[in-house]
């Protein structure tokens, strides 16, 4: 099967499913730094080190335990890391051992719950992840990564294929990838989604995945090609008109996927080239000194991407 037919299967009217989150504690048990990437097409994550200068290396596939089907979003939060699979509507849960691979993994399904999954996060003691069909499963997570009294919730019916979803200072972030809308939602204190509401905060069409740095947003739109960067008051408040910066000019940018901030670098995957992509933040807010961060690795239809830090 090649990439034409795979990204069909994906496709739904709202054009890419493809989004997925930032919201775990990505400490390692590892002292290497590593980087997490879904390769939707072979059902396979690759496993990479970072360097000091922040790039990929030595990057090697684990299936975890054979249990992937159509990888598309990953999380990593203290030592498990959270798989979100497309095709068997299951959350793969593996724990992580101390050379970075993925041992005792199980699938997590919960029928009628979980749909075509995408975006996760995971925030108090709860777990979090879009489905496509509009809604988001909201479930309980014990200390051993396990999921338990799964349910549904559709944030005031403000979700137009949700994709990706960030959680900061009690409030979520949900992109909309059927109109490049944001839904805004506060947490209750059962974990439900209160006071939601979707706003258009650039000109891009669609977006996909999301991440939460600090007092910054970022959203990355396959279909137009660009990073959406949002200031983020302190009381979780997006300002009125949020910066793109197109990546369409740049050779290795073709469509750009999951995302991750670390440090002074922006990572995104992007699916359009089976690359990851580096880029330095520049002065006001922009991106500059864009490059492929791994020389070779192997990457299948790239998706999304987690990095966890080294134990200090």
């Given at each position: 099967?090649?990439?034409?037919?795979?990204?069909?299967?994906?496709?739904?009217?709202?054009?890419?499913?493809?989004?997925?989150s930032?919201?775990?504690?990505s400490?390692?048990?590892?002292?290497i730094?590593?980087?997490?990437?879904?390769?939707?097409?072979?059902?396979?994550?690759?496993?990479?080190?970072?360097?000091?200068?922040?790039?990929?290396?030595?990057c090697?596939?684990?299936?975890?335990?054979?249990?992937?089907?159509?990888?598309?979003?990953v999380?990593?939060?203290?030592n498990?890391?959270?798989?979100?699979?497309l095709?068997?509507?299951?959350?793969?849960?593996?724990?992580?051992?101390?050379?970075g691979?993925?041992?005792?993994?199980?699938?997590?399904?919960?029928?009628?719950?979980?749909?075509?999954?995408?975006?996760?996060?995971i925030?108090n003691?709860?777990?979090?992840?879009?489905?496509?069909n509009?809604?988001?499963?909201?479930?309980?997570i014990?200390?051993?990564?396990?999921l338990?009294?799964?349910?549904?919730d559709?944030?005031?019916?403000?979700?137009?294929?949700?994709?990706?979803?960030?959680i900061s200072?009690?409030k979520?972030f949900?992109?909309?990838?059927q109109?490049g809308?944001?839904t805004?939602?506060?947490i209750g204190?059962?974990?439900?989604?209160?006071?939601?509401?979707?706003q258009?905060?650039g000109?891009?069409?669609?977006?996909?995945?999301?991440?939460?740095?600090?007092?910054?947003i970022y959203?990355?739109?396959?279909?137009n090609?660009?990073?959406?960067?949002?200031p983020?008051?302190?009381?979780?408040?997006?300002?009125?008109?949020?910066?793109?910066?197109k990546?369409?000019?740049?050779?290795?940018?073709?469509?750009?996927?999951?995302?991750?901030?670390?440090g002074?670098?922006?990572?995104?995957?992007?699916?359009?080239?089976?690359?990851?992509?580096?880029?330095?933040?520049?002065?006001k807010?922009?991106?500059?000194?864009c490059?492929?961060?791994?020389?070779?690795?192997g990457?299948?239809?790239?998706?999304?991407?987690?990095?966890?830090?080294a134990?200090?």
């Open positions: 099967m090649n990439k034409q037919k795979v990204l069909l299967c994906l496709v739904t009217p709202a054009f890419m499913l493809f989004g997925c930032n919201g775990g504690n400490s390692s048990v590892s002292n730094s590593r980087a997490y990437v879904t390769n939707v097409q072979d059902n396979t994550i690759s496993i990479c080190n970072i360097d000091g200068n922040g790039n990929l290396s030595n090697q596939k684990d299936t975890a335990e054979g249990k992937l089907s159509s990888p598309d979003g999380l990593i939060n203290k498990n890391i959270f798989i979100a699979n095709l068997t509507n299951s959350i793969t849960i593996c724990a992580l051992n101390t050379n691979g993925l041992t005792n993994c199980i699938n997590n399904r919960e029928e009628g719950i979980i749909y075509k999954p995408y975006g996760q996060a925030y003691s709860y777990y979090y992840v879009t489905n496509s509009n809604t988001i499963a909201i479930c309980k014990g200390t051993d990564g396990n338990s009294a799964c349910k549904l559709n944030a005031n019916n403000t979700l137009k294929v949700p994709g990706g979803i960030a200072n009690n979520a949900i992109t909309n990838i109109d809308s944001i805004t939602c506060q204190r059962a974990g439900e989604f209160t006071s939601c509401n979707a258009k905060y000109e891009a069409a669609s977006l996909n995945d999301i991440y939460i740095n600090s007092s910054m959203a990355t739109s396959i279909r090609k660009l990073v959406q960067m949002c983020l008051s302190s009381d979780a408040i997006i300002a009125a008109k949020c910066k793109e910066i990546l369409g000019y740049n050779e290795y940018f073709k469509m750009p996927t999951g995302i991750f901030v670390r002074k670098h922006l990572y995104s995957v992007d699916f359009g080239s089976d690359s990851v992509i580096k880029c330095d933040f520049a002065p807010d922009g991106l500059t000194n490059s492929v961060a791994n020389a070779s690795n990457f299948v239809s790239p998706t999304d991407i987690e990095i966890s830090e134990n200090q």
